[in-house]
């Protein structure tokens, strides 16, 4: 079945450094992917829609200039948490959406494992 | 934005039973589905049900729309302590067809 592999799983770094994420579709292309966070016990919030080859669709409330999103080819995206501060400490997950997307399986998702972000 | 809520928000039942669990949105939806998590996992797709289906099952889930109520429901029969983990509804909205989540109930089976 289609894997999106999701690296690192977990990060810790310094206030105002930078972290990036990286999403991969291993077995399949995708031309959207997604990225959402989900603080604990909460649910997943949508922050941005990753297009190939375009720029980033972000959600009301997400700075763009803080999570710089890029999707340079079909198969990676990649999230990077800039001059990361303690409340961007967070869970970070990426889906993609695969490319032949005709019939059920259009809007069928995969979810990566998660990237669990500690900001000190 | 968040589309669905849930509820209940937590559920705990003995194993053998069933579990009902209920998801309400807001705006015209094309598809609606479930998706289980375990705590600190990744997501995992169940089911996927259209808006012009009215029931679907798939195993022990039984999953119901009424888009009239703009309502849905997942049932788990005969639970069993593997089952443990937060479920959250999902709906397609928008021309991205975006995924937007519900606020999740988390059900707890008691072995």
């Known amino acids: 079945g289609a894997v999106v592999s999701q690296h690192p799983s977990w990060v810790i770094c310094k206030s105002g450094t930078s972290v990036k994420i990286e999403c991969r579709s291993l077995d399949f292309q995708a031309t959207t992917m997604f990225w959402y966070r989900q603080f604990p016990k909460q649910s997943l919030m949508l922050m941005a829609t990753?297009?190939?080859?375009?720029?980033?669709?972000?959600e009301q409330g997400v700075e763009k200039d803080k999570f710089l999103i890029n999707h340079a080819s079909l198969t990676l995206s990649t999230l990077t948490v800039t001059s990361a501060h303690p409340e961007d400490s967070s869970f970070y997950i990426c889906?993609?959406?695969?490319?032949?997307?005709?019939?059920?399986?259009?809007?069928?998702?995969?979810f990566g494992a998660g990237s669990r972000l500690t900001v000190l | 934005s968040q589309q669905g809520e849930e509820d209940p928000q937590a559920l705990s039942i003995q194993e053998g039973e069933n579990a009902t669990m209920n998801c309400s949105y807001k705006t015209s939806i094309n598809n609606l589905q479930w998706y289980r998590q375990n705590s600190g996992r990744g997501l995992v797709h169940l089911i996927l049900?259209?808006?012009?289906?009215r029931e679907k099952h798939s195993g022990r889930l039984r999953v119901t729309l009424d888009t009239s109520k703009k309502s849905s429901s997942l049932l788990i029969t005969a639970s069993r302590a593997a089952d443990t983990a937060s479920y959250f509804c999902?709906?397609?909205?928008?021309?991205?067809?975006?995924?937007?989540f519900g606020t999740g109930t988390k059900l707890q089976v008691i072995p």
């Open positions: 049900i259209r808006s012009n289906e």
């Open positions: 990753s297009n190939e080859g375009s720029k980033a669709t972000y």
């Open positions: 889906s993609a959406r695969p490319l032949s997307g005709g019939g059920t399986g259009a809007n069928v998702l995969t």
């Open positions: 999902a709906t397609d909205s928008g021309g991205y067809q975006k995924v937007t």
